[in-house]
C-alpha cells in the first residue's frame, strides 16, 4: 500500500507519477489520447456540479458540509483532478508553470485595485 497523501506534504510530481503508474498498470494509455481525457474531465466535472444543481449559495455551501453528500463530493473532484493531472502527464504539460503563468496573466488582466470585491470579467472592470 502507498503512503497516504495531504496536501500539505505531497507534490503535484508525486501525484502525477501515481496517476501515471495507476494508469500504467492498467494498459490504459492506449485509451488516453488528450482528446479522450478532455472528454472524461468535462464529464467528470459535470458530475461535481450536479451536486450543487439548483441550490443557492448557502444552500451550495451547506451540501458540501453534508458528511454524506461530502465523500461523493470529494469523489467528484478527485477524479476532476486525476483526469487533469493524466492531462499533464500525457501532454508533457509542467502544471505548477502552468499555473505560474496563468496567475501572472490573470494579475495583469485583473488588477487588485480594480478586481477587488468584484465579479465582473475582466473587459467589464
Given at each position: ?66 458528511p ?10 478527485a ?47
Open positions: 500500500m502507498m503512503t497516504p497523501l495531504a496536501d500539505a506534504t505531497t507534490t503535484i510530481a508525486e501525484l502525477k507519477a501515481r496517476v501515471l503508474a495507476f494508469t500504467l498498470e492498467r494498459e490504459w494509455e492506449q485509451f488516453h489520447s488528450p482528446k479522450n481525457l478532455s472528454m472524461a474531465l468535462a464529464a467528470e466535472t459535470g458530475e461535481l456540479m450536479e451536486h450543487f444543481l439548483w441550490a443557492d449559495a448557502v444552500s451550495s455551501a451547506e451540501r458540501s458540509r453534508d454524506v453528500r461530502r465523500k461523493k463530493i470529494e469523489e467528484e473532484i477524479d476532476v483532478v486525476i483526469y487533469s493531472l493524466e492531462f499533464a502527464n500525457v501532454t508533457g504539460i509542467d502544471l505548477a508553470a502552468a499555473i505560474e503563468s496563468k496567475l501572472a496573466a490573470n494579475a495583469q488582466k485583473y488588477p487588485v485595485e480594480k478586481a477587488r470585491g468584484r465579479s465582473e470579467k475582466y473587459t467589464e472592470l
